[in-house]
């Protein structure tokens, strides 16, 4: 498997990932849901990171990485947007594991929240995929 197969890979389980959160939303499984935001979040983060030919951390929040490697491929995005990244990939991270554990009670509110930080961490991230496709002569020809 090459590089570009492993991203996109990882990648389309992102976003399998979001339908999946979308379910949950709509079945009110908010606890369910706040645990998919964040596998969402983070398998969106790892594709674009191994696109990038950066080996990801092995860990849930890969926020940090994905910050110096946006800065060493001169990927033009501004600091304000990665650290909104950093903030909820941080706190998605922290409650993944109480929340699919039923260890905690996340209310439809949080449930909502963690949806729309993982939407647009998607967007953001289809963008930057495609970005980095073109920047990278990512053609299948070129693969």
Known sequence: MTNYERAASIFRGAEWTYRDMERALAEQEWNIAVRRAQEAVELALKGLLALMGVDYP?????????????????????????????????????????????????????ARQAAKDAAQM???????????ERKNDLTPTAR
Not at 83 to 110: G, K, M, N
Request: no cysteine; glycine share 2%.
């Open 58 to 110: 092995k860990e849930h929040d890969p926020a940090d990485v994905f910050a110096r490697a946006v800065r060493e491929h001169g990927l033009a995005i501004e600091e304000k947007i990665l650290e909104e990244i950093r903030i909820f990939s941080a706190r998605l991270a922290h409650r993944r594991a109480p929340a699919f554990y039923f260890e905690i009670r996340v209310e439809e509110q949080e």
């Open 122 to 132: 998607l967007a953001w991230a289809q963008e930057w995929w495609k970005w980095l």
